[in-house]
């Protein structure tokens, strides 16, 4: 008995650090949850560059264009309680059975993961509009 419990261990510990293999080189941690907003609509260049994620992977089609949710769920309710340990294993493993794609091939995905997880996580906490952005030091 002893054996399995040390065997489960050692597997949780495994697929638990494997979660973390798209996280900053060196880091072994991931970066705290951050983004800038003033006006509703002008956020951080990272956060920014999360929103250009959204859009180019145009994760809207099933999301919806206010993340409100549609064939998808409403990201507005899941960002509530998701944490960047599921949204990285969810985004870079997909949920197949349920529609949700893999995204481990996109470079864009890799590169910006994290900043993706930014913005939903400002539209969820209500402080980033829905719509367009643009960086708070666009003229």
């Given at each position: 008995?002893?054996?399995?419990?040390?065997?489960?261990?050692?597997?949780?510990?495994?697929?638990?650090?494997?979660?973390?293999?798209?996280?900053?080189?060196?880091?072994?941690?991931?970066?705290?949850?951050?983004?800038?907003?003033?006006?509703?609509?002008?956020?951080?260049?990272?956060?920014?560059q999360?929103?250009?994620?959204?859009?180019?992977?145009?994760?809207e089609?099933?999301?919806?264009?206010?993340?409100?949710?549609?064939?998808?769920?409403?990201?507005?309710?899941?960002?509530?309680?998701?944490?960047?340990?599921?949204?990285?294993?969810?985004?870079?493993?997909?949920?197949?059975?349920?529609?949700?794609?893999?995204?481990s091939?996109?470079?864009?995905?890799?590169?910006?993961?994290?900043?993706?997880?930014?913005?939903?996580?400002?539209?969820?906490?209500?402080?980033?509009?829905?719509?367009?952005?643009?960086?708070?030091?666009?003229?």
């Amino acid at each position: 008995m002893k054996g399995r419990s040390l065997l489960l261990l050692a597997m949780t510990l495994v697929a638990s650090s494997a979660s973390f293999a798209q996280t900053p080189a060196g880091t072994g941690q991931m970066k705290p949850v951050a983004y800038k907003v003033v006006d509703g609509n002008k956020v951080d260049n990272d956060t920014l560059q999360g929103w250009k994620t959204w859009r180019a992977l145009a994760c809207e089609r099933c999301h919806g264009a206010k993340q409100e949710g549609m064939v998808g769920p409403s990201l507005i309710d899941a960002f509530k309680t998701l944490d960047k340990n599921e949204f990285h294993r969810t985004v870079f493993g997909g949920r197949v059975d349920k529609g949700m794609p893999d995204f481990s091939s996109s470079q864009m995905m890799q590169k910006n993961w994290e900043n993706l997880f930014a913005y939903l996580k400002g539209r969820s906490d209500g402080k980033i509009n829905p719509g367009d952005l643009q960086a708070i030091d666009a003229k």
